[in-house]
């Protein structure tokens, strides 16, 4: 309470405005609409830290998103809750190795997930989100352009399936979507024969083979409005938990199953760096900014990822 009365206070004082995913906690995303600031997906983050009139962005979620606001918007001030929260994807994706990934296929367009660092994003001709990657592909293999993809092997494999795209693959995987597990969902759809079961790409083949709707988040919060069931199994992060029951609130939403149950699952369906963003956090930065919060990044890198970056938005827009 006392948090987020001063937040509230420190957003008006500072000019800013709370940019969050939908995968950080409930009392943030509330917090973020109650302010006038948005919760989305990584894509839509960036469209409207783009478009907002704010002197500051507060980016609640992980690293990356921090770094597409700043790349967009240099002249702003990009503050995170804190700067620790990474990225599995990203932190899987070192920017020498993927170079070298992508000098051994240089006939190939550079195509890579915002899950990555600035650095990565520079390497790229493209950068795509969940919500746009697949029409993206569809595009650039309409041109016969051979792709590489990185860093998720699973949303990559997807991906080739749907669009028969050529595709070399980068075999990154997010922590949370690598845990869903195909066998555990089989059992758990015997109980609960009526649901529908939606899942986010990053999942493994063998669980979005059983999807009724496979999607970004924002494309399953919509699957969630369309389906005709009561009861909903959601594989991806429970985050999306808090925003899915707003818009379906007579729908029961059950969390997938992930591969360990209890306190041998790694991430129990919930990104641990995530996990870091708190109110006290996001108090302490807008607070007192700092180098534990702000967001930099290298102008020469800054100015070669913003290419891909604005293709992207071009394309979506
Ligand atoms: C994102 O783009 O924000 C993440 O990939 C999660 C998603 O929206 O599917």
């Known amino acids: 309470k006392q948090h987020v009365a001063r937040i509230k206070q420190l957003l008006k004082q500072k000019d800013a405005v709370l940019v969050a995913h939908y995968y950080t906690d409930p009392e943030i995303q509330a917090l973020a609409e109650e302010t006038g600031g948005c919760v989305a997906d990584s894509l839509e983050m960036a469209r409207f830290g783009n478009q907002h009139p704010a002197k500051t962005l507060i980016v609640a979620g992980v690293r990356f998103m921090g770094e597409t606001a700043k790349i967009l918007t240099p002249e702003k001030t990009v503050l995170m809750p804190t700067l620790n929260a990474e990225c599995s994807l990203d932190l899987g994706c070192p920017a020498d190795e993927f170079t070298a990934f992508c000098d051994a296929h240089p006939d190939h367009t ?24 697949l029409e993206i592909v569809e595009h650039l293999d309409s041109q016969d352009k051979p792709i590489i993809w990185a860093p998720d092997r699973h949303l990559g ?29 089989e059992k758990m759809k015997h109980l609960y024969p009526d649901a529908a079961i ?15 709707a ?4 924002s494309q399953l919060i919509k699957a969630a409005q369309t389906l005709p069931n009561k009861k909903l199994i959601v594989a991806t992060d429970k985050g999306i938990f808090y925003k899915m029951q707003q818009m379906v609130p007579e729908k029961e939403l059950v969390e997938a199953p992930t591969a360990g149950a209890g306190a041998t699952c790694r991430s129990c369906a919930h990104c641990p760096w995530m996990a870091m963003n708190g109110l ?24 070669k990822a913003l290419i891909p970056l604005n293709r992207m938005l071009n394309f979506a827009a």
């Open 110 to 133: 550079v195509v890579v997930y915002a899950n990555t660092s600035a650095a990565v994003k520079a390497r790229a001709d493209w950068v795509v989100t969940s919500s746009i990657a």
């Open 157 to 185: 494999a997807y991906i080739e399936k749907e669009t028969g795209a050529d595709m070399v693959l980068w075999q990154g995987e997010c922590v949370v979507h690598d845990e869903f597990s195909a066998q555990a969902l």
């Open 198 to 212: 939606l899942v986010h790409p990053e999942s493994p083949a063998s669980v979005v083979k059983m999807a009724d």
């Open 214 to 217: 496979v999607g970004s988040t």
């Open 280 to 303: 006290k956090a996001i108090e302490n930065a807008l607070e007192n900014g700092g180098e534990e919060h702000e967001i930099h990044v290298d102008d020469n890198v800054r100015e």
